[in-house]
Protein backbone atom coordinates (compact mmCIF):
# COMPACT_ATOMS: atom_id res chain seq x y z
CA UNK A 1 0.00 0.00 0.00
CA UNK A 2 1.04 3.27 -0.89
CA UNK A 3 1.83 5.91 2.06
CA UNK A 4 0.37 9.40 1.32
CA UNK A 5 2.94 11.88 2.43
CA UNK A 6 1.91 13.67 5.55
CA UNK A 7 0.22 16.93 6.21
CA UNK A 8 2.48 19.45 5.49
CA UNK A 9 1.20 21.55 9.10
CA UNK A 10 -0.35 19.83 11.82
CA UNK A 11 -4.25 20.71 11.56
CA UNK A 12 -5.90 21.45 15.15
CA UNK A 13 -8.68 18.69 16.71
CA UNK A 14 -10.97 20.72 18.63
CA UNK A 15 -11.61 19.23 22.24
CA UNK A 16 -14.34 16.28 21.91
CA UNK A 17 -17.20 16.54 24.69
CA UNK A 18 -17.46 13.91 26.36
CA UNK A 19 -20.46 12.49 25.21
CA UNK A 20 -19.09 12.28 21.56
CA UNK A 21 -18.27 8.74 22.10
CA UNK A 22 -22.13 8.42 23.01
CA UNK A 23 -22.70 10.24 19.76
CA UNK A 24 -21.22 7.70 17.82
CA UNK A 25 -22.65 4.69 19.56
CA UNK A 26 -26.04 6.07 19.04
CA UNK A 27 -25.98 6.25 15.42
CA UNK A 28 -27.46 2.67 15.42
CA UNK A 29 -30.61 3.52 16.72
CA UNK A 30 -33.74 1.26 18.07
CA UNK A 31 -31.27 -1.56 18.71
CA UNK A 32 -33.85 -3.39 20.59
CA UNK A 33 -36.64 -3.33 18.00
CA UNK A 34 -36.95 -6.16 15.29
CA UNK A 35 -35.01 -3.46 12.94
CA UNK A 36 -32.30 -1.40 14.31
CA UNK A 37 -31.87 1.28 12.21
CA UNK A 38 -28.60 2.11 10.98
CA UNK A 39 -27.14 5.78 9.50
CA UNK A 40 -23.79 4.90 8.60
CA UNK A 41 -24.95 2.86 5.89
CA UNK A 42 -22.35 3.61 3.26
CA UNK A 43 -18.98 4.98 3.59
CA UNK A 44 -20.05 8.61 2.92
CA UNK A 45 -22.02 8.76 6.09
CA UNK A 46 -19.30 7.70 7.96
CA UNK A 47 -16.66 10.41 7.12
CA UNK A 48 -20.32 13.18 6.65
CA UNK A 49 -20.51 12.08 10.37
CA UNK A 50 -16.87 12.56 10.92
CA UNK A 51 -16.23 15.74 9.47
CA UNK A 52 -19.76 17.47 11.19
CA UNK A 53 -20.03 15.85 14.33
CA UNK A 54 -16.36 14.48 15.35
CA UNK A 55 -15.68 18.04 13.48
CA UNK A 56 -12.03 16.49 12.14
CA UNK A 57 -10.87 19.06 9.81
CA UNK A 58 -11.97 18.53 5.59
CA UNK A 59 -8.37 18.51 5.43
CA UNK A 60 -7.59 15.21 7.33
CA UNK A 61 -11.04 13.97 5.57
CA UNK A 62 -9.46 14.34 2.30
CA UNK A 63 -5.93 12.51 2.79
CA UNK A 64 -8.10 9.47 4.26
CA UNK A 65 -7.28 6.40 1.92
CA UNK A 66 -10.01 4.62 0.57
CA UNK A 67 -13.34 4.96 2.94
CA UNK A 68 -15.14 2.04 1.76
CA UNK A 69 -12.21 -0.05 3.20
CA UNK A 70 -12.70 2.08 6.76
CA UNK A 71 -16.47 1.34 6.90
CA UNK A 72 -16.06 -2.28 8.21
CA UNK A 73 -13.50 -1.31 11.24
CA UNK A 74 -15.12 1.91 11.76
CA UNK A 75 -18.68 -0.07 12.88
CA UNK A 76 -16.59 -2.83 14.87
CA UNK A 77 -14.95 -0.49 16.60
CA UNK A 78 -18.36 1.29 17.16
CA UNK A 79 -20.07 -1.62 18.37
CA UNK A 80 -17.01 -2.43 21.29
CA UNK A 81 -17.44 0.82 22.69
CA UNK A 82 -21.38 0.45 22.59
CA UNK A 83 -20.99 -2.71 24.59
CA UNK A 84 -18.53 -1.07 27.04
CA UNK A 85 -21.02 1.47 27.76
CA UNK A 86 -23.75 -0.61 27.56
CA UNK A 87 -22.32 -2.69 30.44
CA UNK A 88 -21.84 0.12 32.79
CA UNK A 89 -25.40 1.57 32.66
CA UNK A 90 -26.32 -1.84 33.38
CA UNK A 91 -23.96 -1.86 36.17
CA UNK A 92 -22.27 -4.74 34.94
CA UNK A 93 -18.18 -5.27 34.41
CA UNK A 94 -17.13 -4.10 31.00
CA UNK A 95 -15.24 -7.22 29.00
CA UNK A 96 -11.42 -7.91 29.01
CA UNK A 97 -11.37 -7.71 25.47
CA UNK A 98 -13.79 -4.82 25.04
CA UNK A 99 -11.56 -2.64 26.93
CA UNK A 100 -8.03 -4.21 25.30
CA UNK A 101 -9.81 -2.85 22.04
CA UNK A 102 -10.74 0.35 22.91
CA UNK A 103 -6.86 0.40 24.11
CA UNK A 104 -5.35 -0.91 21.32
CA UNK A 105 -7.09 1.61 19.30
CA UNK A 106 -6.39 4.79 21.79
CA UNK A 107 -2.71 3.27 21.21
CA UNK A 108 -3.08 4.14 17.82
CA UNK A 109 -4.53 7.02 17.90
CA UNK A 110 -2.60 10.55 18.18
CA UNK A 111 -1.73 11.78 21.44
CA UNK A 112 -2.64 15.01 22.84
CA UNK A 113 0.58 16.52 23.12
CA UNK A 114 0.22 19.75 22.13
CA UNK A 115 -2.25 23.06 21.20
CA UNK A 116 -2.18 24.78 18.14
CA UNK A 117 -4.32 27.91 17.28
CA UNK A 118 -7.41 26.58 15.28
CA UNK A 119 -8.95 29.94 14.27
CA UNK A 120 -11.69 30.28 16.85
CA UNK A 121 -9.23 29.61 19.74
CA UNK A 122 -6.55 26.19 20.12
CA UNK A 123 -7.06 22.64 19.50
CA UNK A 124 -4.84 19.61 19.61
CA UNK A 125 -2.58 19.11 17.19
CA UNK A 126 -3.11 16.39 15.02
CA UNK A 127 0.36 14.82 13.90
CA UNK A 128 0.62 11.65 11.57
CA UNK A 129 2.29 10.29 9.07
CA UNK A 130 -0.96 8.73 7.27
CA UNK A 131 -4.35 9.22 7.69
CA UNK A 132 -5.55 6.13 9.33
CA UNK A 133 -8.61 5.05 11.01
CA UNK A 134 -7.61 5.63 14.56
CA UNK A 135 -6.70 9.47 13.08
CA UNK A 136 -10.12 10.11 12.00
CA UNK A 137 -11.61 8.78 15.06
CA UNK A 138 -9.53 10.22 17.58
CA UNK A 139 -12.27 12.20 18.73
CA UNK A 140 -14.79 9.53 19.39
CA UNK A 141 -11.45 7.17 21.26
CA UNK A 142 -10.40 10.39 23.04
CA UNK A 143 -14.21 11.07 24.11
CA UNK A 144 -14.34 7.35 25.58
CA UNK A 145 -11.17 7.03 27.32
CA UNK A 146 -12.24 10.40 29.06
CA UNK A 147 -15.38 9.21 29.61
CA UNK A 148 -14.09 5.84 30.94
CA UNK A 149 -11.89 7.59 33.47
CA UNK A 150 -14.34 10.08 35.00
CA UNK A 151 -16.69 9.65 37.45
CA UNK A 152 -19.55 10.49 34.85
CA UNK A 153 -19.15 6.92 34.16
CA UNK A 154 -21.45 6.21 36.37
CA UNK A 155 -24.20 8.66 34.95
CA UNK A 156 -24.12 6.92 31.57
CA UNK A 157 -27.79 5.17 31.29
CA UNK A 158 -29.39 3.55 28.63
CA UNK A 159 -33.05 4.46 27.67
CA UNK A 160 -35.80 2.28 29.66
CA UNK A 161 -37.69 2.05 26.66
CA UNK A 162 -36.31 -1.97 25.46
CA UNK A 163 -36.86 -1.12 22.01
CA UNK A 164 -34.66 2.34 22.09
CA UNK A 165 -31.71 1.33 24.52
CA UNK A 166 -30.47 4.67 23.61
CA UNK A 167 -27.25 5.26 25.39
CA UNK A 168 -27.07 8.70 27.16
CA UNK A 169 -25.25 10.60 29.98
CA UNK A 170 -27.47 11.51 32.75
CA UNK A 171 -26.84 15.00 33.51
CA UNK A 172 -29.82 15.25 35.98
CA UNK A 173 -29.61 17.22 39.51
CA UNK A 174 -31.06 13.76 40.91
CA UNK A 175 -29.35 11.15 38.80
CA UNK A 176 -32.96 9.68 38.22
CA UNK A 177 -33.39 9.96 33.92
CA UNK A 178 -34.65 7.18 32.54
CA UNK A 179 -35.58 8.16 28.90
CA UNK A 180 -33.56 9.07 25.95
CA UNK A 181 -35.78 12.21 25.50
CA UNK A 182 -39.09 12.49 27.01
CA UNK A 183 -40.75 14.31 24.21
CA UNK A 184 -39.89 11.00 22.68
CA UNK A 185 -39.60 7.43 24.50
CA UNK A 186 -40.38 9.29 27.41
CA UNK A 187 -44.38 10.58 26.32
CA UNK A 188 -44.52 7.41 24.61
CA UNK A 189 -44.30 5.46 27.93
CA UNK A 190 -46.88 7.71 29.66
CA UNK A 191 -49.55 7.51 26.93
CA UNK A 192 -49.36 3.56 27.32
CA UNK A 193 -49.76 3.74 31.01
CA UNK A 194 -52.29 5.94 30.64
CA UNK A 195 -53.93 3.70 28.19
CA UNK A 196 -53.58 0.53 30.25
CA UNK A 197 -55.01 2.43 33.72
CA UNK A 198 -57.92 3.33 30.82
CA UNK A 199 -58.41 0.04 30.00
CA UNK A 200 -58.06 -1.52 33.00
CA UNK A 201 -61.05 0.64 34.71
Not at 30 to 41: H, K, Q, V
Not at 125 to 136: G, Q
Request: aromatic share 6%; proline share 8%; with cysteine.
Amino acid sequence: MTRRPPLPTPPALPAARIELCLDYVNTRFWRGSDAPEETLAAPQDLLAWIGETARVPAAVLAAAPDAAALLPPAIGLRETIHRLFDALAADLQVAEADLAALNAALAAAPSRASLVPDGAGFGWALRMDEVTLPVLLAPVLWSAGDLLASAAQHRIRRCANEKCRWLFLDRSKAGTRRWCDMAACGNRAKAQRHYARSKGG
